[in-house]
């Protein structure tokens, strides 16, 4: 059932850079002070890149009326990776940036849930060694009795399986791991755990 938002509410503006892009980034508050809506917008953009970012604003905003648990979006978007991305400007906490919705993102755990973790993780990020959004569930989040854990099924395969689904774009996907498989043979040879399908 939806929550409804006050017709009068409080929250936060943040106007930030990220790589020389401003972004400005609204919230809209329920009377308890939880989070009940956002609006992210990026005025140099192209008009596809401003109806994309405001119709997942839309979408996250009424997952957040319906009962989704911030946590769960922020857990899911975190080091999200495109460009813009780079150097941030404007926030005391957040130094560095892999996308717009990673910034968002670890604004609003900072902000909502003080998920200090999130504030500085630039060597990490620059050098590309950063948690996948799979591996964060796994390590990090705690459920509560009335909450069910984020599902792991789902992680983003390495670059090399990525590639190799390009190229195997009908390859079957490991019965054993889940990653994508290449034709070895007659048969199909998983990159990751060293699996076939059947043949040798």
């Known amino acids: 059932m939806k929550r409804q938002l006050p017709s009068k509410r409080s929250g936060f503006t943040q106007s930030v850079l990220i790589d020389g892009q401003k972004i400005h980034i609204r919230t809209g508050e329920y009377e308890d002070g939880s989070l009940g809506e956002i609006f992210i917008s990026m005025h ?5 890149m401003r109806a994309i970012m405001s119709c997942f604003s839309q979408a996250v905003s009424i997952g957040l009326q319906h009962g989704v648990p911030l946590e769960k979006f922020v857990k899911m978007f975190v080091f999200t990776r495109f460009e813009p991305q780079g150097h941030v400007e ?27 973790e999130l504030a500085r993780m630039e060597d990490s990020e620059k050098h590309g060694h950063h ?6 569930n796994q390590d990090e989040y705690v459920a509560s009795p009335s909450d069910e854990p984020v599902p792991n099924a789902t992680s983003i395969p390495p670059a090399s399986d990525a590639q190799a689904a390009q190229l195997m774009g009908d390859a079957p996907m490991c019965s054993e791991c889940g990653h994508i498989t290449v034709r070895s043979g007659t048969c199909y040879k998983c990159l990751s755990c060293g699996s076939t399908t059947g043949c040798s």
């Not at 604004?107 to 998920?115: D, F």
């Open 44 to 48: 140099k953009e192209g008009a596809g």
């Open 90 to 116: 404007g926030h005391p906490k957040i130094e560095y940036a892999t996308s717009v919705i990673d910034l968002v993102f670890r604004i609003l755990g900072i902000e909502y849930l003080g998920m200090e």
């Open 131 to 136: 948690k996948t959004s799979t591996e964060i």
